[in-house]
């Protein structure tokens, strides 16, 4: 191999066979960016691991029906919401990551914006046509991943026919199917207006996967019945659910 010239341009050494040597201050941001944006990874899987040795010693964490959840590919959980630690009740039943819609207001204050931020949740303006959020939604569902919603509606012993049809439709663009979810106790742990938790033993459930269709009133009372379905399984968890009231989180 020939030595450069003299004279040659340090960035054109590569060129003729010798290695170019990279500016170390580059190689160090370029690791601290892989750390950075590996982080939210680490804090969610972290946080399940706990998540789930503090649900099933403190609350008894019952599974239902996670048999019915597809293994891999775009996914929709749509469940009741009856507490704000309800997302976490879901999440902690699945092996995959589940990105949640959350109400806006969660990311205006620390230390909440770290927390749901990093644990992939993202923010949706209740009461509105929010196209961030269902732009960030389609985004999701595009990459195979899940996404967690609630929605409107609950009442009493079970979630009513409303007008919004969110879910239906996001699920109808992306050609997903929809799994209904079921979650009860959440509400005793953390109820409405009281910031310390309590024990009480938790169940959720998983109804079969609901595939889409482009006719949407059928597709979301099948969702919203699917949810119902679930609750009044046995009686148990209708029982439970009744008076609750609709979660804010």
Request: with cysteine; aromatic share 10%; glycine share 10%.
């Amino acid at each position: 191999m020939k030595a450069p010239k003299k004279g040659t341009p340090f960035n054109s050494i590569a060129a003729i066979g010798y290695p170019a040597r990279r500016d170390p201050e580059v190689v160090i941001s370029e690791k601290t960016a892989r750390l950075f944006n590996s982080f939210p990874t680490f804090f969610y899987w972290g946080a399940h691991a706990l998540g789930n040795f503090l649900f099933k010693v403190f609350f008894r964490m019952k599974k239902e029906g996670t048999e019915n959840i597809p293994k891999d590919g775009a996914l929709i959980f749509a469940g009741n919401h009856i507490s704000h630690i309800d997302p976490v009740a879901i999440a902690l039943c699945y092996d995959r990551q589940v990105f949640f819609m959350a109400k806006h207001s969660l990311f205006e204050q620390q230390p909440w914006k770290f927390v749901v931020s990093n644990l992939g949740a993202f923010p949706v303006v209740r009461g509105t046509v929010d196209r961030k959020a269902i732009k960030t939604a389609r985004k999701h569902l595009r990459e195979g991943h899940v996404v967690g919603i609630f929605p409107e509606g609950t009442r009493n012993k079970g979630i009513e026919n409303s007008s919004h049809q969110g879910v239906a439709w996001l699920a109808s663009r992306a050609n997903c199917p929809v799994v209904p979810v079921a979650v009860t106790g959440t509400n005793r742990i953390m109820p409405n207006g009281i910031k310390s938790l309590r024990l009480s033993k938790v169940t959720v459930r998983f109804g079969e996967p609901i595939m889409p269709e482009k006719n949407l009133d059928p597709l979301f009372n099948t969702i919203i019945g699917g949810i119902n379905d679930l609750l009044n399984q046995n009686g148990n968890m209708a029982k439970d659910y009744a008076g609750t009231g609709h979660g804010n989180a």
